[in-house]
């Protein structure tokens, strides 16, 4: 997930909006139903569909892969994320992310089911599969978030191996920072890049998933968007997904990700409701959006989808029809 030099050498497939027909995937929403657990599912078969944030192939294919097989949407989220969690050359998510300002890498991460559970994971040191401790949180605890040492020591409790998450390319980075300690968020830097990824499976059920090391350089203890709900991510069975990447003071501001479910709810496409949620971003009285990048993806329950951020440069891959591409997504800035 090198988006630098993604932007330089790779040229996107497809341009714009993905607003996919509802037709590719073969079923209707009028036909809804429900399985044994009182889910709603519907009456056609539906071809799995996986997106994520960013050139994220592996991660994409990974998770289509359990798909295909019959695997849950949950199960294809977390083994989606946890191909990035472990790529060390991606420097914003797990084993290799970039550190804070004390030269700490500190993880978080979200998982939301299809039957609205949601676990989470803030602020974790030495641990590289913080998608899975999130998991773990959801199923094994009366809880949904730990954070810090507490999340770290659950996770060993949990059979996790703890590892120096920091590598050398990293340290480097870190090390060139302090020298002049500017914090700034900047645009297509690589300084954030997180993976948000949703996946509707052959149940016609819905999961997501949300893993980063969050902004390079931030304060200590600094937590974004991406380990809380309705903010880095959100999932409703009923209605679809969506997730966010970029700023994440910026998502939380305006809890984007669950904004975008509810404007699906109220009958907004997965595009249109991208697209109002960035609007609600760069249209703050004031608001100079010029130094900072948010990109949102959404999927609704008819595998329609929709991204859009708010400058270029943002992309996104998506697994459908048994092919995954990364298209590069709409965006609000053209001046
Ligand atoms: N949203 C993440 C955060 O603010 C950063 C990113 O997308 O890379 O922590």
Known sequence: MKRRNFIKKTSVTGLGLV??????IGCNSDTKTSDKKGLSSTLNPIRPLVIATWKTDLAVETAAKVLEKGGS?????EQGCRIEE???????????GLPDRDGDVTLDACIMDEKGNYGAVLGVKNIKHVISVARKV?????????VGDGAEKFAVLKGFERENLLTEASKK???????KSEYKPIINIENHDTIGMLAIDKNGHISGACTTSGLAYKMAGRVGDSPIIGGGLFVDNEIGGASATGLGEEVLKTVGSFLIVELMRQGKTPQEACEIAIGRIVNKPGKDFKNFQVGYIAVNKQGETGAYSIHEW?????????ENKNIKSDYFNKA
């Open 19 to 24: 607003a996919v027909s509802s037709a590719f």
């Open 73 to 77: 949407a949950i199960d294809a989220v």
């Open 86 to 96: 472990a790529n060390e050359e991606g420097q914003s998510v797990g084993k290799g």
């Open 138 to 146: 959801m199923e094994d605890t009366p809880h949904v978030m730990l």
């Open 173 to 179: 980075a870190w090390e060139k920072w302090k020298e």
């Open 314 to 322: 943002f992309s996104y891959n998506i697994y459908k029809d048994e």
